[in-house]
């Protein structure tokens, strides 16, 4: 079966654009009755962006520092709509007419419902995530690593998270309303394979 899918293209857009793709996406999903509670408010959304306009326009006079800032907010910002993609291809379940009114672009050509390599799902506890990934041939153990942007929006670095030899891993100790990324590799009798694309989940 194929569907189509919101496309994570706004990633590679110039920095300084950002703000313009990202307000016309909240336009859009701004009381649209096919994304009614999106996994990050709208208002979150816009208080990222509004920080990203007023990063960029600080950078203006070439500081170093000021520049570092921009490049911050606008990672912190892309992060929240890449999780928004995630939010609408669940909601949109495949239909092209509902990832369009969403903002954001759609893939051209309806795409394979490949199973994911990797899912994240709430934890039996508040704080906590369940990460799941698929069994890999001829794998003894599983390498996961783990990033963490706060509530207040403050990314951190990526960290080991576990080694497993089980397809599952409870990661705990999480700031509620945190973002969670995690990725995967197997290490396997031939290697360690490449680490999965990262995957995010709003902790509660």
Known sequence: MTAF?????????????KPIFFKNVITHLTNNPFYTTPDIPLETLQSAVDDLELAILAAADGSHIAISA???SADASTLLFKHTVGYVNRMANGELTKILSSGFTASS???????????LSDGPRSGTAKATT???EHAGAFSWEKRITSAAGVQGPWEPAGLTTQTTII???LEVRSILEVKVAAVT???V???CAPVSIIIK
């Open 5 to 17: 899918k919101a496309l994570l293209d706004f990633v590679t857009i110039p920095l300084k654009t």
């Open 70 to 72: 921009m490049h911050d």
């Open 109 to 119: 050509q309806p795409v394979a419902r490949d199973k994911e390599v990797l899912t």
């Open 134 to 136: 698929h069994a890999v």
């Open 171 to 173: 990661i705990e100790g």
């Open 189 to 191: 009798t031939t290697g």
């Open 193 to 195: 394979t490449d680490f």
